[in-house]
């Protein structure tokens, strides 16, 4: 049981440049998050998924695209890299909450360098 | 904007003293969520209140929750070395369970 795992764990992008970012969870859990961290802001949420096929817009939504065609898989895309977007990048998981929440599982974070 | 905004932004204090860590809010909440990050890794899940809950024990480490305040605060007692890391905590709006809101942390540092 591997949890939720990040590809890649780095990469340096030039400006303009597009990439996809891949989170993977063996949990079957229905709900998938994307967050970006920056140095004194904490956590804030990209996009996120509250099941296969579905996505929804969180607090930083611009400049990232997402998609979950299967249900173990949640891709963050970025389509044209900007230096603002420098930044660690964490997926988080959870089984369905109903409305009482659970516990987030975090992936290791992939650490992104947009020249 | 983000939900949650803890205080202090950094705490340092000797081993085996307490470390307590506050967090505020903005809107009604299901439940409460903090965890911990060791530098350069994920998140871990510490301890969960809910919204009808005011206190909550988990080994060295307790949580109350205000809910007319708006309010919480983790308590780290008899801290250790290990227990350097950022603490966050995290949000479940009511209405919005699909949705989980982190604040911007608190640094604590155990001086040995």
């Known amino acids: 049981n591997a949890g939720v795992t990040q590809t890649p764990k780095f990469r340096v992008l030039k400006t303009g440049q597009s990439m996809t970012l891949l989170c993977a969870q063996d949990?079957?859990?229905?709900?998938m998050y994307w967050y970006r961290q920056d140095p004194g802001m904490g956590l804030r949420l990209i996009h996120y998924s509250v099941g296969e096929g579905t996505t929804a817009k969180g607090e930083v939504p611009d400049g990232y695209n997402v998609s979950r065609l299967k249900k173990q898989n949640f891709l963050l895309g970025l389509e044209s890299a900007a230096p603002s977007q420098t930044s660690v990048y964490f997926c988080?998981?959870?089984?369905?909450?109903?409305?009482?929440?659970?516990?987030?599982?975090f992936g290791p974070g992939t650490r992104l360098l947009v020249l | 904007s983000q939900q949650g905004e803890e205080d202090p932004q950094a705490l340092s204090i000797q081993e085996g003293e307490n470390a307590t860590m506050n967090c505020s809010y903005k809107?009604?909440?299901?439940?409460l969520q903090w965890y911990r990050q060791n530098s350069g890794r994920g998140l871990v899940h510490l301890i969960l209140?809910?919204?009808?809950?005011r206190e909550k024990h988990s080994g060295r480490l307790r949580v109350t929750l205000d809910t007319s305040k708006k309010s919480s605060s983790l308590l780290i007692t008899a801290s250790r070395a290990a227990d350097t890391a950022s603490y966050f905590c995290?949000?479940?709006?009511?209405?919005?369970?699909?949705?989980?809101?982190f604040g911007k942390g608190t640094r604590l540092h155990i001086l040995p």
């Open positions: 209140i809910r919204s009808n809950e």
């Open positions: 988080a998981s959870i089984s369905r909450p109903r409305g009482r929440g659970e516990t987030q599982y």
């Open positions: 949990m079957n859990h229905e709900y």
């Open positions: 995290a949000t479940v709006e009511v209405g919005r369970d699909d949705k989980i809101i």
């Open positions: 809107t009604s909440i299901n439940n």
